[in-house]
């Protein structure tokens, strides 16, 4: 067996790195790029500007400020409520989609998956239409096709709420995760990848 070699990918982090599949016939194929940065912060000087003047470094990441969030709490609080555009047809699919989405907040308490914060629409007590970020893209879906939520035989509405907020807070994964997407965006910039750690690359 052949030695592998060791590479430290933090010096690599500029780069633009390709996605590789094979189609049926065995034809490799060079899909969307993604790209990857570190965004752990430290105690030193460089890092007062790195959390933008709106937070601290705590076990390398930035703990924000109130009113303030993101990796580097670079964005302040978000809207407390997402409309389409009345010219907009909407979400048209076999199933009905709410037009409104309210921020998600689990005990007063912003959820957010990827740094983004989560939007919900709660047709049913514990049923919710969700709009998440994936680390490059927006997505909707929906409670029963969130696989892995652990939403199964759950029937109060306070406990189904809960789990969803565990489950983006701290389990999602774009890639890992299984949910089914309803609607997907074009991508959008840069990926933020994040580790099963809970650090973002």
Request: charged share 25%; hydrophobic share 35%.
């Amino acid at each position: 067996m052949s030695k592998t070699r060791h590479v430290l990918i933090l010096i690599l982090r500029h780069l633009l790195y390709f996605r590789i599949v094979r189609n049926p016939q065995q034809q490799e194929i060079t899909i969307d790029f993604f790209y990857m940065e570190c965004f752990d912060c430290d105690l030193s000087e460089q890092w007062i500007s790195e959390c933008n003047g709106h937070g601290t470094c705590s076990d390398a990441v930035c703990q924000c400020d109130e009113g303030r969030y993101g990796l580097r709490c670079e964005f302040e609080a978000p809207c407390a409520e997402l409309e389409m555009d009345v010219r907009f047809a909407g979400f048209e699919d076999e199933r009905e989609w709410s037009r409104s989405f309210q921020l998600f907040e689990d005990e007063g308490q912003q959820i957010n998956a990827y740094s983004r914060p989560v939007y919900v629409h709660e047709p049913r007590p514990g049923t919710f239409d969700i709009v998440f970020f994936t680390g490059r893209r927006w997505m909707a879906t929906h409670t029963d096709v969130l696989l892995s939520a652990g939403l199964t035989g759950v029937d109060d509405p306070a406990e189904r709420r809960q789990l969803v907020a565990q489950y983006f807070s701290q389990h999602f994964h774009a890639y890992w995760s299984d949910f089914i997407a309803a609607f997907i965006t074009t991508p959008l910039g840069k990926l933020l990848l994040k580790t099963s750690a809970g650090h973002h690359l």
